[in-house]
């Protein structure tokens, strides 16, 4: 298709696992935005990448959390030893140009992670 | 303090009834301001963005203060299908070049 594609939809993790969320940005588009959104909030940003650099990862709330986009396309975002408080919907989002630029961020359909 | 605030919400107006939205944001040097809307479990879209001057799309008018630190969405003559989660959000402390900052939402429900 032609937006952003997260997959899996929905995961559910034992507490202690570690999950791999996935996104696959907008052909072309080179930045790509990870967002945290917990029920009844807002999306909080977690890092940011342009093409493969990773500019910012000021949001990923411990060591625990990880991303990388290796070929400045595909993102993977990995949680380490999943905690209770990890439970939310993880959203990619890509923008054609650097940064958030005219403000247009395009959101996949989000990975919603529960952890038992 | 949180760097996007909103108004709590819900708002429960009827078919037609006008409705504002306001938002403040901490960091004086936001350059870039934008509202998207979020329907109820669906991803955040882009909704318009707001200029210095105001401006206007269709029903929707957007709002910016920046003397104040504050930012406004009004709608008129709401319609059912605007029933959703207005989101307020500003750019980072990279400016164009860095994310964006969401506010937590302010739910409005439309009724007939």
Known sequence: ??????????????RGQDVALRCDPISGHVSLF????????????????????????????????????????VSTLKIQRTQQEDSAVYLCASSLGGGSGTGELFFGEGSRLTVL | RKE?????????????????????????????FFWYRQDCRKEPKLLMSVYSSGNEDGRFTAQLNRASQYISLLI?????????????????????????????????????
């Open chain 1, 34 to 73: 990870w967002y945290q959104q917990a029920l009844g909030q807002g999306p909080e940003f977690l890092t940011y990448f342009q093409n493969e650099a990773q500019l910012d990862k000021s949001g990923l709330p411990s060591d625990r959390f990880f991303a990388e986009r290796p070929e400045g396309s």
């Open chain 2, 76 to 112: 008129r003559d709401s319609k059912l299908s605007d029933s959703a989660t207005y989101l307020c959000v500003v750019n980072g402390y990279g400016g164009s070049q860095g994310n964006l900052i969401f506010g937590k939402g302010t739910k409005l429900s439309v009724k007939p």
């Open chain 2, 4 to 32: 996007v605030e909103q108004d709590p919400g819900p708002f429960n107006v009827p078919e037609g009834a006008t409705v504002a939205f306001n938002c403040t944001y901490s960091n004086s040097a936001s350059q870039s």
């Open chain 1, 1 to 14: 298709g032609a937006g952003v594609s997260q997959s899996p939809r929905y995961k559910v993790a034992k």
